[in-house]
């Protein structure tokens, strides 16, 4: 079979599409080593280093080293991404917002509008934050109101700029321009946490078992999102026989609709993260006396009980709450009705609407369940096992096949409606249950 890769430029559009993709990338990496003003950064990563195992290492991992670098993205995508979650949020409990989702372009324009107005007030207050927690680290040469200040707006024009790369990437590129961000953003830390990890094993640090457990840890994860991705519940729909011009008869037709275990995709992962990192953030940036309200709050969101029971529950919730904003039921069914199909045994309309809400909440419950584990588990084994140079654990593995998967998706559809080879039948991976590749 011929190679798939040189099929990716022989389509114009698609081949467009990628070199303006890798393009805003390679920007958005080269700001993200630009260092803010003022700032040593060696003093920085030694004092950033004794926090990294917590929260902020977290959210290191997320901007790609931004924090610990001081650069000036160091906030990255995140507050795009917050207030994306409000803004959905509140379409749950005010009718405005919501009415304004269905309003088709002009209401999501609006909506988009306030998005980033409150996204670029998230930045100042992160910004500001940041800026103090370098004052406190000591790894500014002139500290004071003016750093704060330059800091502040540094930081800020920093993230608008990181919202408009990922709204260019998803107008004019290929994928979804936030996801690929923060994939980037990842796996620029990999090399580096190999070399690390691979430096302990020899010294001693790292038992031949750990290391063992690690890889198959990434083998585990790697197999398991491909399998949750790929993973769909079937509902068999009837297309009935209609006459179609002068007494011709089209036969019907039996197909259905795939209803996949994770329909929300990566989302859920990176609004669980985007949300959790919150308070612990705040409390390490603003540190309080021992004791004090800051400090327990800080003690309670670092790598603990607390942290992984809410992390698993905000990972549950947020699987629930984007599949419902991204598949509706209704509009399926009355698709369906408009067509003529019909689920066997259920009546067209609101009764076929109902059973696809029942049948996908039920599938969603086991998607949800199944990736809040995934995304906990490699913490556990790393805890066990004291694997602390590999900060690259379930949610950022998780994050990285989920977004390499969908945007590999993408990029097989214009390679498929030319009669390409794409890249699925090459990797062998199948819809469950589907007789052909996808």
């Known amino acids: 079979m011929a190679n798939p890769i040189p099929n990716l430029f022989r389509v114009p559009e698609l081949k467009e599409k990628i070199l303006f993709t890798l393009g805003i990338l390679l920007i958005y990496r080269f700001g993200a080593h630009i260092t803010v003003p003022g700032v040593n950064v060696v003093i920085l990563r030694e004092q950033f280093g004794a926090l990294s195992g917590g929260i902020l290492g977290i959210y290191d991992m997320f901007v790609g080293g931004g924090l610990s670098r001081a650069t000036i993205l160091a906030l990255g995508i995140m507050p795009y991404i917050s207030a994306s979650i409000m803004f959905q949020l509140l379409a749950a409990v005010f009718p405005a917002i919501e009415k304004m989702q269905k309003e088709g372009e002009d209401g999501r324009q609006k909506l988009t509008q306030w998005t980033r107005y409150v996204t670029v007030v998230l930045s100042i207050i992160q910004g500001f934050s940041y800026a103090a927690f370098l004052n406190s680290t000591g790894a500014v040469r002139d500290p004071g109101l003016l750093f704060n200040l330059t800091t502040t707006v540094t930081l800020t024009v920093g993230a608008i700029f990181v919202m408009w790369l990922g709204e260019q990437i998803t107008e004019r590129g290929i994928g979804n321009g936030m996801s690929l ?15 690390r990890t691979w430096e302990s094993f ?12 690690l890889v198959l840890i990434l083998v585990g994860i790697t197999a398991a999102v491909v399998a949750m991705t790929m993973g769909a519940r079937k509902i068999p729909v009837q297309i009935p026989r209609k006459v179609v011009g002068r007494g011709r008869i089209r036969e019907g037709q039996k197909s259905f609709v795939p209803l996949r275990v994770n329909s929300a995709g990566v989302m859920p992962i990176i609004f669980a993260q985007s949300f959790i990192v919150i308070p612990g953030t705040m409390a390490q940036l603003f540190p309080s006396e021992p004791g004090g309200i800051l400090d327990g709050i800080a003690d309670a969101f670092q790598l603990g009980p607390l942290y992984y029971v809410t992390y698993g529950l905000l990972i549950v919730f947020f699987t629930y709450f984007y599949t419902a904003i991204i598949f509706n039921p209704v509009d399926l069914a009355e698709n369906l009705k408009k067509q003529g199909a019909f689920i066997p045994g259920v009546k067209p309309g609101a009764r076929t609407a109902e059973y696809i809400d029942r049948v996908l909440t039920r599938v969603t419950l086991p998607g949800s369940v199944y990736l809040a584990l ?44 030319r009669h390409y080879d794409g890249f699925m039948k090459k990797g062998r991976v199948k819809m469950r249950g589907r007789s052909r590749y996808v």
């Open 374 to 417: 995934v995304a906990l588990v490699p913490f556990w084994i790393f805890s066990i096992f004291n694997i602390q140079t590999f900060f690259f654990g379930g949610t950022g593995l998780l994050i990285v096949v989920g977004v390499g998967l969908d945007t590999v998706q993408q990029a097989e559809q214009p390679l498929l409606l």
């Open 202 to 213: 020899i010294a001693g640090q790292i038992t031949i078992l750990a290391l063992v457990m």
């Open 181 to 195: 961000l923060i994939f980037f953003s990842i796996i620029e830390g990999f090399p580096a946490a190999v070399a």
